[in-house]
C-alpha cells in the first residue's frame, strides 16, 4: 500500500470534483476547492473520520468494497479505479466488483434526477445506486448479498419480492425476468456470473427452469407498469431506460404525467418514506 500516493490520489481527485457533479447543492461560503472531505465520506458511506485519515496517510488499508465504494463517491473511469486499488495495495478489482462499477455518464445524469424515482441497474438486476425516491418505492438493497444481489435471483427464490408487483403481472414479469437474464448469458458466458445465476435457479425454481426452456432473449423494460408500495397502493408509472454503449448498465427513470393520481403518489414517496416489502405482505 502506497500512502502517500493513495492520499494524493483521493484529495487530487476530490479537489477536482464541485458539489453539482455528484448531485449536491454548491451552498455559500464554500472555502474548500472541489468536494469537502464530509461530502465524499458520505457519498461513500463511511465516516468522515476514517475519510481523513485515509487522505492523511494514516488510515488502515482499504478493503475493496471501501475502494469501490469510494470509486463510486469519486466519479472514477475504470482506469482510475484499477488505479486506486493498486496504490491501495489491492489487486485489480475481480469481473464481478469490475461490472458493479456505475458508469460515471449514468451517475451524472442519476445526480440530476431528485425528483422522480430513479435507479441504475446491472444487466443482471443488481440495483448499484438508486436515488432517495427510488429507495422510497423499492425498497433498500443494503442487505443483499451473493446471488440476492440480483433482483432476478431474488423474483424466483423469495416470495416477498413479487409483492411490488400486482398479482396478475407476475407472469410477464417472470418472462421479462428470464429474458434478460437470457440476453446477459449470451454475451457473458456460461462460466460466468450470469451463468452462475442460471445454475442456481435452475436448481431451486421450477418456474425458471420451464421459462429457461422457452429460449426467450430480450434486453428492455417495459413502456409501462403498474408498481405497489405497501402505503400508497398502486402507481401506474412510465419507464425509460438509458444503456451504456456496452448495454451492460442502465439507468431507469420512473415518471407519471402531470397532476395525475399517480403522480401526487410519486411525490407522496419523498414523504412516507418505504416500508420493507415483505413487512407488508404480512397485512395482506
Not at 458511506?45 to 482499504?62: C, H, M
Not at 482510475?80 to 466488483?97: I, K
Not at 435507479?119 to 440495483?127: A, C, D
Not at 451463468?195 to 429460449?215: C, D, Q, T
Amino acid at each position: 500500500m502506497d500512502r502517500a500516493e493513495l492520499a494524493a490520489f483521493l484529495r487530487r481527485r476530490r479537489e477536482q470534483l464541485q458539489p453539482e457533479d455528484v448531485g449536491l447543492l454548491p451552498g455559500a461560503r464554500r472555502r474548500t476547492t472541489g468536494l469537502r472531505r464530509e461530502e465524499v465520506a458520505s457519498l461513500a458511506a463511511i465516516s468522515t473520520d476514517y475519510y481523513t485519515r485515509l487522505e492523511q496517510k494514516r488510515g488502515p488499508q482499504p478493503s475493496e468494497q471501501l475502494l469501490a465504494a469510494l470509486a463510486r463517491a469519486l466519479r472514477l473511469t475504470d482506469d482510475e479505479r484499477n488505479y486506486l486499488f493498486a496504490v491501495a495495495g489491492r489487486n485489480a478489482p475481480s469481473p464481478a466488483a469490475a461490472a458493479a462499477h456505475v458508469a460515471p455518464a449514468l451517475l451524472r445524469v442519476l445526480d440530476r434526477l431528485s425528483d422522480t424515482p430513479a435507479l441504475i441497474l446491472s444487466n443482471l438486476g443488481e440495483v448499484l445506486v438508486q436515488n432517495r425516491l427510488a429507495e422510497a418505492l423499492y425498497g433498500g438493497n443494503a442487505d443483499h448479498t451473493g446471488l440476492a444481489r440480483s433482483e432476478i435471483y431474488r423474483w424466483f427464490t423469495d416470495p416477498g419480492q413479487r409483492l411490488i408487483y400486482p398479482a396478475h403481472d407476475h407472469d410477464r414479469q417472470s418472462r421479462a425476468m428470464v429474458a434478460n437474464l437470457r440476453a446477459a448469458h449470451g454475451s457473458m458466458g456460461p462460466q460466468s456470473r450470469a451463468g452462475e445465476l442460471v445454475r442456481a435457479l435452475s436448481r431451486e425454481s421450477a418456474e425458471f427452469s420451464r421459462l429457461w426452456e422457452r429460449h426467450e432473449v430480450a434486453k428492455r423494460f417495459e413502456d409501462h407498469k403498474v408498481l405497489v408500495h405497501p402505503q400508497l397502493g398502486e402507481i401506474e408509472v412510465d419507464c425509460q431506460a438509458l444503456f451504456t454503449e456496452d448495454r451492460s448498465q442502465a439507468l431507469l427513470v420512473l415518471t407519471a404525467p402531470p397532476r395525475t393520481e399517480a403522480f401526487e403518489k410519486l411525490q407522496l414517496l419523498g414523504v412516507v418514506g418505504h416500508e420493507r416489502f415483505e413487512d407488508a405482505g404480512q397485512d395482506r
